[in-house]
């Protein structure tokens, strides 16, 4: 007959009361019997790569034991459950197996009914391999080898290093005993020269006015050199060029107060009067007429306040790393510029509301806007883009070529004269459908030819006993 296995009972409840007590994963799991294929409730605790399992969590003893070394675990599907079983429904359980290496073992089937709780379990026990910690030892006692062979290295540079300081100590002390020698040396000389000079007073005097004429030379040579540089083409050129960045700052300053009176002034007050009970103009009127006029304000408020902090380093100016900062933004002006003239047309038709009309004029009263009108603030952006191409060209042609800013300048010139071109192009087509457009609904049987977007409209006007004709040049 053979005999059964036999083991260190003593150490194995000692490894369950530790493992219950201070265990990396514990909990309640179902646990399917081997008999009747029945589940019950077991309390289980992992330690290390051994799990005990418990009747309760109060159980002084355990009820079994499962070796994991060698052992895989996975999530495994529901069973489908017959329509002939005895077992009351329950709520969705989550199922997996911990699957021994041989033969001949059946695998250890557990659930729970807690999704993230059934994850932690299934990570914990595949993590339970003592090979695994073996791995794991041998890396790190890899590492610490390589450490203690650079803190050897490190010991024998540290002890090279202290031995020169030693040798620089001994060479400073031996330095510092040839200087006090030698100012014996020098104090045991003075009596003599002290007594030359009482000899020989000319000389003294001589000496003196040697060394005023010296200084006196060395001043008038310097003044000769600022007087000449200050009247030198290039300084000229250079205060030109700061004049022309403080000009530019001062226009900045004054765009942005003029953004500023279009937002405050008149968008924002337009957008509460849209959302009152009786609004005297609609949102989508309010969104034609300033478009993205607040997106321009902050952006040149960002613009501004980075000019600014170049001015505070003066001399130093340094402009074309904000030119490159704003030009991918300037984009947004084309929006802006093709729509300005349908903004003015939507303003137009809103003004013929004798309510919108009487509250536009109490906001253009307003002390801020010093009399201008709405479209006046609707015009400042167009002449932006133009005058920054104005600015550089003034700023190029007082900057050196060998100058660090002046191939970032030549270019940001360049990209701001495209985005100028190509804006007028597309204001300039804008404007020709809409023309066309407009003629082509004034005639009663309309005109097909007219909506042609290769057509250009040249002219309109009276001519003869007609109200009006028009030109049109064919594409």
């Known amino acids: 007959m053979q005999k059964s296995v ?49 009747e309760n969590d109060q159980s002084a003893r355990p009820s079994g034991i499962y070796l994991l070394e060698g052992c895989t675990c996975e999530r495994a599907p529901a069973p489908k459950v017959s329509g002939i079983s005895k077992e009351p429904l329950e709520k969705q359980q989550h199922y997996f197996l911990v699957i021994f290496g041989h033969d001949g073992q059946k695998p250890l089937e557990l659930r729970t009914e807690e999704e993230s709780d059934c994850n932690e379990w299934v990570e914990c026990i595949q993590q339970a391999s003592y090979s695994d910690i073996i791995i794991e030892r041998e890396i790190l006692m890899q590492k610490y080898i390589h450490l203690v062979q650079i803190m050897e290295t490190e010991k024998i540079a540290a002890n090279q290093l202290r031995t020169q300081l030693e040798d620089q100590d001994t060479e400073i002390e031996r330095l510092k005993a040839e200087i006090v020698v030698l100012n014996k040396t020098k104090e045991r000389m003075r009596p003599n020269q002290n007594n030359q000079e009482e000899e020989d007073p000319d000389i003294k005097k ?27 083409p290039h300084a000229e050129s250079m205060r030109k060029r700061n004049q022309i960045v403080f000009n530019m700052v001062e226009a900045e300053t004054e765009y942005v107060h003029q953004l500023s009176i279009l937002v405050n002034c008149f968008l924002r007050p337009l957008r509460m009067a849209a959302s009152s009970k009786k609004p005297p103009i609609s949102h989508d009127d309010v969104s034609s007429i300033f478009l993205n006029s607040e997106t321009i304000m902050f952006l040149h408020e960002i613009f501004h306040q980075g000019l600014k902090a170049r001015i505070a380093n003066w001399p130093t100016l340094v402009l074309a790393d904000l030119f490159d900062i704003l030009l991918p933004m300037l984009n947004i002006y084309q929006e802006f510029v093709r729509n300005h003239q349908y903004s003015l047309q939507v303003l137009a038709n809103c003004k013929q509301n004798r ?15 010093e009399g201008r009108m709405l479209e006046t603030f609707l015009t400042y952006p167009m002449f932006q883009i133009p005058r920054y191409i104005i600015t550089l060209h003034e700023l190029l042609a007082h900057t050196p070529h060998e100058h660090v800013e002046r191939k970032s300048l030549e270019f940001a010139k360049s990209k701001l004269e495209e985005l100028s071109k190509m804006m007028h192009d597309e204001v300039s087509d804008t404007e020709n459908i809409r023309k066309n457009l407009a003629i082509e609904r004034m005639i009663v049987e309309g005109c097909d030819i007219l909506l042609d977007t ?14 009006w004709t028009f030109m049109l040049a064919v594409g």
């Open 206 to 232: 001589i000496k003196k006015v040697q060394s005023f004429m010296r200084g006196w030379l060395c001043r008038r040579k310097w003044k000769i050199i600022v007087q000449d540089y200050i009247c030198s």
């Open 454 to 467: 290769s057509q250009t409209f040249v002219r309109q006007g009276e001519l003869l006993s007609l109200y």
């Open 355 to 369: 309510d919108f009309d009487k509250l536009l004029k109490q906001y253009e009263s307003n002390a801020a806007c």
């Open 6 to 54: 036999r083991y260190n009972e003593g150490h194995a409840l000692y490894l369950s009361v530790v493992a219950r007590k201070e265990g990396s994963k514990r909990g309640f799991l179902s646990k399917k019997t081997t008999e009747n294929s029945r589940w019950t409730e077991k309390y289980f605790a992992l330690h290390q790569n051994v799990l005990f399992y418990f």
